[in-house]
């Protein structure tokens, strides 16, 4: 049988039982929810308000012998455009089109593709959109990397660049990923933009593109990670340590490049764009790192297999190795995300009848005190507040990233997903088991 509470305190003050418990339980996870979205919006909206931005092209204006100094520059220096490609035949083509489609950047430019030993047709398929391209040697050129040193730890893309490297004289070298995609005065505006504010190492943070439903699980709820977590102003600060770059773009004035060392140095780190950062600034260079949504698009990957084995590589190393912001990070996404649709869901159904069903499961039958219900009713509605939050979010980031708001409603799954990435990147960066990257270990 039963038992059967009042509700209220009883003689020995067992306090409140456990039906009023989990109402007050719902409602407080619902409010930290709603609270936590009303932050990352703000937080969002903040920070891109103040970001630097990738500047357009001045060809003529009130300035007339600055921006003929920026032309003099730029008609007098040199640029390679290095792109780094394992098993990119879903990719390269797209990259290498709009690339070699660029506005000139400066008198002497070149692509170089460094196939790091793909086995699918990234070689082939390159070879053929260079050539409707109408791009022959030398503003094109292919270099095998060759087998990996026996005995010596290379991870990612490290090879490849270091092998570009020994080719290189150029005195600009831009990395760019091969599923970046440029506007035609991208490279332009980034050298002028370079030269202009003096920098080393110039890197700027694309817009991100979704096109299978993995993506528009995940990658929304990323783009506002990221958003948020974008230490712009520090980065850009001379006098301040912290260094942050994306990895998709990163242009180096060369001398810089080899005073710290370049990728030859960082042959075992996983997240070398952020080790690269590190090291221009230690070294007293100067780090230039802006948004540039309007100039380039990533589309990172093409399936759920690829997300997951993307972002599980790099939750980890991205939160600095800290085991507890990891965990910390996806549980706060799994309550921002996830937490409104299950937690609306659940108090709408103890609400609206089947109340009695649920509290008996906890071991006492409910005695339809008002309070309680009122208490789930508020919990529903900050639930749906939470799930109307999230579209105001995806709004947001449509506004601000073209990114159109399909899959919406999926957002609570999304965090599941995500959710899940925290604890499964923490498991596979620290045991080495599963710790992989299409497909090569990274252990």
């Not at 305190?9 to 709603?34: F, I, K, Q, R, V």
Request: proline share 5%; glycine share 10%; charged share 15%.
């Amino acid at each position: 049988m039963v038992p059967v509470h009042d509700g209220h305190h009883d003689a020995e003050g067992y306090g409140m039982d456990p039906a009023t418990t989990l109402a007050w339980a719902l409602l407080s996870l619902a409010a930290a929810a709603a609270l936590g979205l009303v932050i990352l919006i703000a937080g969002l909206e903040q920070v891109f308000a103040r970001a630097p931005r990738l500047a357009e092209l001045q060809e003529s204006g009130s300035d007339a012998s600055a921006i003929t100094s920026v032309a003099l520059a730029l008609a007098n220096t040199t640029l390679t455009v290095v792109v780094p490609a394992y098993n990119e035949a879903a990719n390269i083509a797209a990259c290498l089109t709009s690339l070699l489609g660029s506005e000139d950047p400066c008198g002497d430019w070149q692509v170089l593709l460094v196939d790091d030993r793909s086995s699918d047709a990234t070689l082939a398929i390159a070879q053929e959109a260079a050539g409707a391209c109408g791009a022959t040697e030398p503003r094109f050129s292919l270099l095998d990397a060759g087998p990996r040193p026996v005995g010596e730890r290379w991870v990612g893309k490290n090879w490849a660049c270091s092998r570009a490297m020994e080719q290189v004289a150029s005195e600009w070298v831009l990395f760019v990923d091969a599923d970046l995609r440029l506007q035609p005065a991208t490279l332009r505006r980034a050298l002028a933009q370079a030269t202009t504010d003096g920098a080393d190492l110039l890197s700027l943070a694309p817009r991100l593109s979704c096109g299978c439903l993995a993506e528009w699980l995940v990658q929304p709820i990323m783009a506002s990670l990221l958003g948020l977590g974008f230490p712009i102003e520090a980065a850009n600060d001379p006098a301040s340590a912290v260094a942050f770059a994306a990895g998709p773009f990163m242009l180096f004035r060369r001398s810089a490049y080899l005073a710290i060392g370049g990728h030859r140095a960082l042959a075992a780190e996983v997240v070398e764009d952020l080790a690269l950062a590190r090291r221009i600034k230690q070294g007293g260079h100067r780090l230039r790192y802006l948004l540039a949504l309007d100039g380039l698009e990533l589309r990172m990957y093409s399936d759920f297999a690829s997300l997951w084995e993307g972002w599980t590589k790099n939750w980890l190393l991205g939160l600095d190795g800290d085991v507890a912001r990891a965990l910390a990070a996806s549980s706060a996404v799994l309550l921002m995300f996830s937490g409104p649709w299950l937690l609306a869901a659940v108090a709408a159904l103890l609400a609206a009848g089947l109340a009695p069903v649920g509290f008996a499961l906890v071991g006492f039958a409910p005695v339809g005190l008002l309070g309680q219900r009122l208490v789930l009713l508020a919990a529903l509605a900050l639930g749906l507040a939470g799930i109307g939050l999230q579209l105001v979010l995806r709004l947001w980031i449509r506004r601000q990233f073209q990114l159109p708001i399909s899959f919406w409603w999926l957002m609570g799954a999304g965090g599941l997903v995500v959710g899940a990435i925290g604890p499964v990147s923490v498991w596979r960066t620290l045991s080495g088991r599963g710790w992989t990257w299409k497909g090569r270990p990274l252990a």
